[in-house]
């Protein structure tokens, strides 16, 4: 590919202030709100299918990523994850399994991101915090392993030991806080102020969503091209919902693929605040009282993104729903030995939701539909 860059720098999604890529930020500086990379669909569109890297990784896709040509990629071989059959169920669903990753979840396609994009001479970032439920922490541990960065974590008490174990294991400082994310996060803002350092946590850094929308270049490239009908998601935070829409949004602008999926988006019953809020028709999430679920990578009681997931939703004329734990425990149960697919709670919401989704002929059998298998089980077996 022509080595121009389609990564023209950061815009705020609130005051649309716009900034340099050279300035080192998290939030707007002028509003507090969030931040997305500016990358320019008419420089892609200059680019054709056949000039896609082949590194077997999601960084083929780097013309899509914000970086520049020049910039040293900090990979561990992250993405290019399998599109598979889902056989067990009747409809047309293929999965797409992110347990096949570093560390076990799609988590590290945001922190590879991140830390490439952070560690370019223009940023030379060399110490980060961030807060997490756990699989964030494991990413952002390793891949900061790699690039020689302090990283510091913190995780709810709560959390997987597997997932505390493996990030001390990879270098990383953890912390555990009593209470949920959203009080993890506060000790990582505080950390942040007070060290200086970096915060890397969800949306509170632009440079992770990107790296989650490799999932939606790589299913259309999977599928030769076509467009799903509909990206069955399990939403937490966001993150992977507003970087793929951002993603299909961008294919299609410059004429890969001819249209943009719908998404099913999975909450646990126990804390579904998005869900709430988009069959409510309300244009931002309030908090979830007393969240309580096993999928403690969807328990996030008021994602910072909310307004934005929410427009994302909205444009993709999406569904919503909620799965209860215990149908979220048998269908860890069900992927396992009807799939093979060893996965957590949080991941396993998905399998969950497909009962309803064609029970209640939200999705006709015949459509084409995408299940991200987003996490391994083999960092929550204490849940099965
Ligand atoms: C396994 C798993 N699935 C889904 C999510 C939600 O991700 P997102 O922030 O992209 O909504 C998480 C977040 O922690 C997770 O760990
Ligand atoms: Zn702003």
């Known amino acids: 590919m022509s080595r121009e860059t389609a990564f023209q720098g950061l815009q705020c999604i609130g005051c649309h202030s716009s900034y340099s890529k050279g300035e080192i930020l998290q939030k707007c500086p002028k ?43 900090v990979s561990a071989g992250e993405g290019d994850t399998p599109l598979r059959r889902l056989s067990s169920f009747q409809g047309n669903v293929w999965v797409k399994d992110e347990t096949k990753n570093p560390t076990g979840t799609f988590k590290d396609r945001g922190a590879s991101c991140a830390i490439t994009a952070l560690t370019q001479t223009q940023l030379g970032i060399k110490d980060l915090v961030l807060s997490s439920e756990g699989n964030a922490g494991c990413s952002f541990a390793l891949y900061s392993h790699i690039a020689d960065l302090r990283c510091q974590v913190f995780l709810p008490r ?41 915060n890397a946590s969800t949306f509170v850094t632009p440079y992770r969503h990107d790296g989650k929308g490799t999932m939606a270049l790589e299913m259309c490239e999977q599928l030769d091209w076509r467009v799903p009908d509909y990206v069955v998601y399990p939403v937490g935070g966001g993150v992977g919902l507003v970087g793929m829409w951002k ?138």
């Open 31 to 73: 509003c507090g709100g969030l931040l997305d990379t500016i990358i320019n669909p008419e420089i892609l569109s200059g680019k054709s299918k056949d000039d896609i890297d082949r590194t077997r990784s999601m960084w083929k896709f780097r013309d899509f990523l914000p970086v520049d040509p020049t910039d040293k990629i």
């Open 158 to 198: 709560q959390a997987n030991p597997a997932k505390v174990e493996l990030s001390r294991k990879l270098g990383a400082k953890v912390t555990l806080v009593d209470g949920t994310i959203a009080d993890a996060g506060r000790r990582a803002e505080a950390v942040a102020k007070g060290e200086g350092s970096y």
């Open 247 to 384: 993603m299909f949004s961008i294919l299609e602008k410059i004429g890969w693929v001819k249209k943009r999926p719908r998404f099913a988006a999975v909450q646990p019953a126990g804390c579904a605040p998005v869900v709430k809020a988009y069959n409510s028709k309300k244009d931002d999430v309030d908090e979830w009282n007393n969240p309580e679920t096993i999928a403690f990578g969807l328990r996030i009681p008021k994602p910072l993104a909310g307004k934005w997931i929410l427009r994302c939703l909205r444009e993709s004329d999406s569904i919503a729903l909620s799965v209860t734990d215990k149908e979220i425990r048998k269908s860890m149960g069900q992927a396992l030995k009807d799939e093979g697919l060893l996965l957590e709670p949080s991941s396993a919401s998905t399998i969950a939701a497909l009962p309803y989704l064609y029970g209640e002929k939200m999705i006709d059998k015949s459509e084409e539909v995408v299940l991200i298998a987003t996490g391994s089980g083999l960092k929550t077996l204490e849940q099965f």
